[in-house]
């Protein structure tokens, strides 16, 4: 069965949630040196974007999770690039929030590193999957449940290039079919 994707955000709705985004951003870190750290490979999309709209200094690091097939337990993590914290500011991108446990994981890995404050941002947060007190202080959009693609997430491998987000229509429920390495 080839799969079947529904348009759920165009190229235009995306754009704009990024630049509001970057507004909230700049507001809120006003000038400070903010990292911007990727989990690859879904939210790459989103940090190329977010990056270029915000006005103040920002540093792209990029982290690669490996997790038990089917779970969200934490395998391995990798910095794709060497980079110390210090006592800057982090945004970590994700390309779907669900039940925050990758994100709680990271999140506390991350400020056992020194950083001065963690913010998370999502393309697609899925609250009422929640199982941790985890919250998504930047979504681009909210969704009760579904698998999206597009924008630079993948499903079974192919969709990443979409220019905007769809949902894949007949996928199994609770088939997640990441992409390699994610």
Same mark, same amino acid.
């Given at each position: ?64 999770? %490996? %997790? ?19 006592? %800057? ?55 009760? %449940? ?37």
């Amino acid at each position: 069965m080839q799969d079947q994707l529904e348009r759920r955000y165009e190229a235009d709705r995306i754009a704009a949630r990024v630049a509001e985004v970057a507004q909230a951003l700049d507001r809120e870190f006003g000038g400070l040196h903010l990292v911007l750290i990727s989990v690859l490979k879904g939210s790459s999309f989103f940090l190329a974007d977010l990056a270029r709209k915000i006005a103040s200094p920002v540093a792209c690091e990029y982290i690669s999770v %490996r %997790r038990a097939e089917g779970t969200d337990q934490v395998l391995q993590i990798d910095f794709r690039t060497e980079f110390a914290l210090g006592d %800057r500011p982090l945004l970590l991108l994700k390309d779907v929030v669900g039940s925050g446990v990758i994100e709680n994981y990271l999140i506390d890995h991350l400020e056992a590193q020194g950083a001065s404050k963690i913010k998370l941002a999502a393309i697609i947060d899925k609250p009422q999957e929640r199982t941790t007190d985890v919250v998504v202080d930047y979504p681009l959009f909210s969704a009760p %449940r579904g698998l999206f693609a597009g924008y630079g997430m993948e499903f079974r491998g192919r969709f990443a290039q979409l220019p905007y987000i769809a949902e894949v229509i007949g996928a199994p429920a609770g088939v997640a079919a990441p992409s390699p390495g994610q």
